[in-house]
């Protein structure tokens, strides 16, 4: 196995020297995992001095230029796939020509791929030689893994223990060194930042790093080959690092282009970075786009994009869940909820002034965990009003859950749960039942509560809360 990729340096007939203590080895050789350290990140946090990050120094920061970004693009032709931008099959329902940029079809299934290939073939002889090192819940993991393995240098990535286990398994495959530790991201990026230091590994910032940045950067000179003189781009925003780079590509061949962020209002990072005049911690609630949620944008990102943005756009979570569930049945993509951000920010009203305009879109990852994809749809055929639950009480006589299923069957109303309840109700004579159901859309739904209404004397539907009302869907 090449230097940096060894289950455990420093170990010795299963002793911990060094301050390291023992790997978990897969004897298959796809790579090594670390689920414990001696010295916790807790502890690091605690005790150590904050390690600065050369390339990403807040009191220094670095703005890339065009050149970077056409140097990246010539390095990395050979190693990335060049994504298709086809027209959107429902351009004509969004009133735009509206264009899908499908990044999400990188090998790993994600943009980060374009910049982690970039950074690692900038690097010095030495340096490839001794290894690299980063932080990541998932997808620049796995990036920087994968090409890591590909063009022969060491990867360590430090994984927060909220990471999903298939992506962890990922980097694995791609013979990555892979040391699971770590509250949150914060704490998993200070150790990583430690044995950086500690074994000379390079750490890369996966959003930060001018590199990075510059590869990102490459999608949008394909953008512009694939649809001339476009409108407006629309670009989801955690780091910032991505819409630095495809900023400034844009506008230098393209400057009448209007560059829009989107962001999850669980972590609207840039825009507070924007309203406070510089980047500051914005705190993180659970999020359906988990890869927007990054509590602080870079500060090289930050410098390099503000003066590029034309607006940014905060959008509920339920408008992301749509939008996962539109481009399933529209356009048959599957993307984790920071890549259908661009189409959330549309379907909830928030960018009209496009319509008659030729739009592209940016579908930027498609690593969506399976369980995480089933709630998405739900609450996306809910928010839509396509899934409603609601409790009726209805007669306890012989046939009348069977007289509930009548209405239900005459309106064309297909039962997905039903389940009744007797013990706790005052009227011993009455049964409630909890019936799940699927509508055609929000005017079937609100059909079939005005019926219920008028037949039945206790009805009671859900208040979803990811419920989009009526108004609102008429709107878009």
């Known amino acids: 196995m090449p ?3 060894k289950s455990a340096e420093g170990t010795k007939n299963g002793k911990v020297e060094n301050g390291k203590s023992p790997s978990v080895t897969n004897e298959n050789g796809n790579g090594s995992i670390s689920m414990d350290t001696k010295l916790k990140a807790s ?6 001095d904050e390690i600065i990050d050369p390339y990403c120094d807040p009191k220094n920061p670095k703005k890339i230029s065009f050149h970077d970004i056409t140097s990246a693009a010539f390095l990395i032709k050979d190693g990335i796939e060049r994504t298709p931008c086809p027209r959107s099959t429902s351009s004509e329902s969004y009133g735009m020509d509206l264009y899908l940029k499908k990044d999400f079809l990188q090998y790993t299934g994600s943009f980060k791929e374009r910049g982690a290939r ?4 900038s690097l010095s002889e030495k340096q490839k030689k001794i290894g690299v090192i980063s932080a990541s819940l998932g997808n620049h993991a796995q990036a920087l893994s994968y090409h890591g393995w590909k063009l022969d240098v060491p ?10 286990i298939m992506k962890i398994q990922k980097c694995i495959n791609y013979k990555a060194r892979v040391i699971v530790e770590g509250r949150d991201m914060a704490e998993a990026k200070t150790l990583a930042m430690k044995i950086a230091r500690d074994e000379n590994l390079l750490y890369i910032n996966g959003y930060d790093h001018p590199h990075i940045m510059a590869g990102q950067g490459t999608i949008g000179l394909e953008i512009l080959e694939q649809v001339p003189n476009p409108d407006a781009v629309i670009i989801p925003v955690g780091g910032g690092g991505l819409i630095a780079g495809i900023a400034t590509a844009i506008k230098a061949l393209s400057p009448k282009t209007q560059i829009i962020g989107v962001e999850s209002e669980k972590c609207p990072s840039f825009s507070r970075a ?3 005049n510089g980047p500051v911690h914005t705190p993180i609630k659970n ?8 509590p602080k944008v870079g500060y090289n990102a930050y410098i390099t994009a503000l003066p590029l943005i034309d607006k940014m756009i905060v959008v509920k979570e339920e408008w992301i869940a749509l939008a996962i569930l539109r481009l399933v049945e529209e356009e048959k993509c599957v993307v984790e909820g920071a890549g259908a951000s661009g189409l959330a920010a549309i379907l909830a009203g928030h960018l009209n002034d496009l319509k008659g305009k030729r739009v592209v879109i940016l579908l930027c990852g498609g690593n969506i965990d399976t369980t995480v994809f089933g709630r998405c749809l739900e609450r996306g055929l809910a928010a839509e009003g396509r899934l409603v639950k609601f409790n009726v009480e209805v007669s306890d006589r012989p046939g009348g859950i069977h007289e509930l299923c009548e209405i239900l069957s005459t309106l064309g109303v297909s039962i997905k749960d039903i389940m009744h309840e007797r013990a706790w109700l005052k009227d011993i004579y009455t049964v409630e039942v909890k019936v799940v159901c699927e509508t055609r859309d929000w005017a079937h739904s609100m059909e079939l509560k005005n019926e219920l ?22 709107s878009v």
């Open 3 to 5: 230097e940096g990729q």
């Open 43 to 48: 502890q690091i946090l605690h005790n150590s």
């Open 118 to 121: 970039y950074t690692l073939l």
């Open 155 to 164: 990867v360590t990535v430090v994984m927060p223990k909220a990471a999903p």
């Open 274 to 276: 924007m309203a406070n």
């Open 287 to 294: 999020t359906l786009a988990d890869g927007l949620a990054v």
């Open 453 to 474: 209404k008028k037949i039945y004397t206790k009805v009671q539907f859900s208040e979803e809360p990811l419920a989009i009302c009526e108004k609102e869907l008429n």
